[in-house]
């Protein structure tokens, strides 16, 4: 019979632990060695575009030459940009300041970016020639500055700020964004002008201002403001833009400041039918290869993936795991969004600049969108540990999805269980074989997704 252990002499007791119990790597407990096999799918949408941007934004002046006619001889006129992704919006920057300039005015570009840049007048800059827009590239100055004036207040307690440049200098102000529906919000204006004149152009001050009142208040708050503002400043029009399922500019038009609200309530439901989706009701994991300010303002856009910090959004796609794999170039270390997910590669967190991330989310008042989730070496490992994180998941039979980034989904790669449900919508076709989901030594997929 073997003697009992004395409790205070339990230090002294040797512990032997097998193989399996102790793995060189942890993250093996977790290993599938049976994945499904995928497919890439192209996934068609309307095509329809601009071909040539200055004729279109000639065309829409055209269009609206009454309101246009508010640019007269010897005026200072502000331009006001800067939301990214937006298909060649330094050509159309630049055909809006020689028109300007053909009418006799004095154009300069103001950034209406809220907090962007890490709230600096360089970064703001930085973020501007990113987009290719800089003083050379479109013939006109810039001018930076994160100053404003508060010009009033809204409900009788919220302070209205605007850019000092185009407040004190501009004779004439012209917004020029883009129309689509908002990752935080729903509405019937979300992304577009009124959104830019209420927040963008506040800078960091009037959108940390605006941001206090919450998300739940901005499909009320956005045009009260921005009719507050149109009422007191010198913006006669803007120039919104829609862009179609492959984040091609496809519509220019001139919209006059009395139908704005009314005009972009239209043009945001027609940019929400043409945004491009994943035409799948439910997936277990879903890989997100890039993540980025340029791709949406949240880093991946919530109606593509169904899901906000919240939770679901009650669109499809329902995900159970997101897998977040990189950062883009063009975020330049904004990782805004990188809370969404549920598995993230430590690619993505080396190259995350915290202070510019914590800036955007400390203005949006959503501190979520810079929480890092369970962070993995390499692609292989971010699959298989979302995986083991679903429920009720079968990881040969599993349903995952891999796509560039939420903007561009032409192109995607979907497992076998996707595929008859990918064939019944007439806009997916498979092209090429049905494979094995293929990692190379270091654990990087293998299968590269189109640009």
């Given at each position: 019979?073997?003697?009992?252990?004395?409790?205070?002499?339990?230090?002294?007791?040797?512990?032997?632990?097998?193989?399996?119990?102790?793995?060189?790597?942890?993250?093996?407990?977790?290993?599938?060695?049976?994945?499904?096999?995928?497919?890439?799918?192209?996934?068609?949408?309307?095509?329809?575009?601009?071909?040539?941007?200055?004729?279109?934004?000639?065309?829409?002046?055209?269009?609206?030459?009454?309101?246009?006619?508010?640019?007269?001889?010897?005026?200072?006129?502000?331009?006001?940009?800067?939301?990214?992704?937006?298909?060649?919006?330094?050509?159309?920057?630049?055909?809006?300041?020689?028109?300007?300039?053909?009418?006799?005015?004095?154009?300069?570009?103001?950034?209406?970016?809220?907090?962007?840049?890490?709230?600096?007048?360089?970064?703001?800059?930085?973020?501007?020639?990113?987009?290719?827009?800089?003083?050379?590239?479109?013939?006109?100055?810039?001018?930076?500055?994160?100053?404003?004036?508060?010009?009033?207040?809204?409900?009788?307690?919220?302070?209205?700020?605007?850019?000092?440049?185009?407040?004190?200098?501009?004779?004439?102000?012209?917004?020029?964004?883009?129309?689509?529906?908002?990752?935080?919000?729903?509405?019937?204006?979300?992304?577009?002008?009124?959104?830019?004149?209420?927040?963008?152009?506040?800078?960091?001050?009037?959108?940390?201002?605006?941001?206090?009142?919450?998300?739940?208040?901005?499909?009320?708050?956005?045009?009260?403001?921005?009719?507050?503002?149109?009422?007191?400043?010198?913006?006669?029009?803007?120039?919104?833009?829609?862009?179609?399922?492959?984040?091609?500019?496809?519509?220019?038009?001139?919209?006059?400041?009395?139908?704005?609200?009314?005009?972009?309530?239209?043009?945001?439901?027609?940019?929400?039918?043409?945004?491009?989706?994943?035409?799948?009701?439910?997936?277990?994991?879903?890989?997100?290869?890039?993540?980025?300010?340029?791709?949406?303002?949240?880093?991946?856009?919530?109606?593509?993936v169904g899901r906000y910090y919240t939770g679901p959004t009650g669109r499809p796609p329902?995900?159970?795991?997101?897998?977040?794999?990189?950062?883009?170039?063009?975020?330049?270390?904004?990782?805004?969004?990188?809370?969404?997910?549920?598995?993230?590669?430590?690619?993505?967190?080396?190259?995350?600049?915290?202070?510019?991330?914590?800036i955007n989310c400390i203005t949006a008042k959503t501190p979520e969108g810079a929480r890092?989730?369970?962070?993995?070496?390499?692609?292989?490992?971010?699959?298989?540990?979302?995986?083991?994180?679903?429920?009720?998941?079968?990881?040969?039979?599993?349903?995952?999805?891999?796509?560039?980034?939420?903007?561009?989904?032409?192109?995607?790669?979907?497992?076998?269980?996707?595929?008859?449900?990918?064939?019944?919508?007439?806009?997916?076709?498979?092209?090429?074989?049905?494979?094995?989901?293929?990692?190379?030594?270091?654990?990087?997929?293998?299968?590269?997704?189109?640009?």
């Open positions: 019979m073997t003697a009992p252990v004395d409790p205070a002499r339990l230090d002294d007791v040797p512990v032997t632990l097998s193989p399996a119990a102790a793995p060189a790597n942890p993250l093996d407990l977790f290993r599938h060695d049976r994945l499904p096999r995928w497919a890439l799918i192209r996934n068609r949408f309307d095509a329809g575009a601009i071909d040539d941007v200055e004729a279109a934004v000639r065309a829409a002046f055209d269009a609206n030459a009454d309101a246009a006619a508010a640019i007269r001889p010897g005026q200072r006129v502000c331009i006001a940009v800067g939301s990214r992704g937006i298909d060649r919006i330094a050509d159309v920057t630049r055909a809006v300041v020689g028109i300007v300039r053909e009418r006799g005015a004095d154009p300069f570009v103001v950034p209406a970016m809220g907090s962007h840049g890490g709230a600096t007048p360089e970064g703001q800059l930085e973020v501007l020639a990113s987009l290719g827009i800089t003083e050379d590239s479109i013939g006109a100055p810039i001018r930076s500055s994160m100053e404003t004036v508060q010009i009033g207040t809204v409900q009788g307690r919220i302070p209205v700020f605007i850019d000092r440049h185009a407040h004190d200098e501009a004779d004439l102000i012209i917004p020029i964004n883009r129309v689509k529906p908002h990752t935080d919000f729903t509405g019937p204006v979300e992304s577009g002008l009124l959104k830019m004149i209420a927040i963008g152009l506040g800078k960091q001050r009037g959108a940390d201002t605006f941001h206090s009142e919450g998300f739940a208040t901005f499909a009320e708050l956005i045009p009260s403001v921005a009719e507050y503002i149109v009422g007191r400043l010198p913006i006669q029009f803007g120039i919104a833009l829609v862009e179609n399922g492959y984040a091609r500019l496809r519509q220019v038009e001139l919209v006059s400041a009395d139908r704005m609200y009314a005009r972009e309530r239209e043009l945001r439901d027609e940019a929400d039918a043409h945004l491009a989706r994943l035409p799948i009701a439910e997936l277990d994991v879903l890989v997100i290869d890039r993540i980025g300010k340029d791709i949406s303002g949240l880093g991946m856009d919530s109606n593509v329902l995900v159970q795991r997101i897998v977040v794999g990189d950062l883009t170039d063009e975020t330049e270390g904004n990782a805004v969004g990188i809370g969404m997910a549920d598995v993230v590669v430590r690619r993505a967190v080396d190259r995350m600049d915290a202070m510019k991330t914590f890092i989730a369970l962070t993995v070496d390499t692609d292989r490992e971010a699959v298989d540990v979302a995986i083991a994180c679903c429920l009720r998941v079968d990881p040969a039979a599993a349903r995952i999805a891999r796509i560039l980034d939420t903007k561009h989904l032409e192109w995607f790669y979907a497992s076998e269980p996707l595929l008859d449900e990918l064939s019944r919508t007439g806009s997916c076709e498979v092209d090429g074989d049905v494979r094995p989901i293929a990692f190379g030594p270091d654990g990087s997929f293998l299968d590269e997704l189109p640009a």
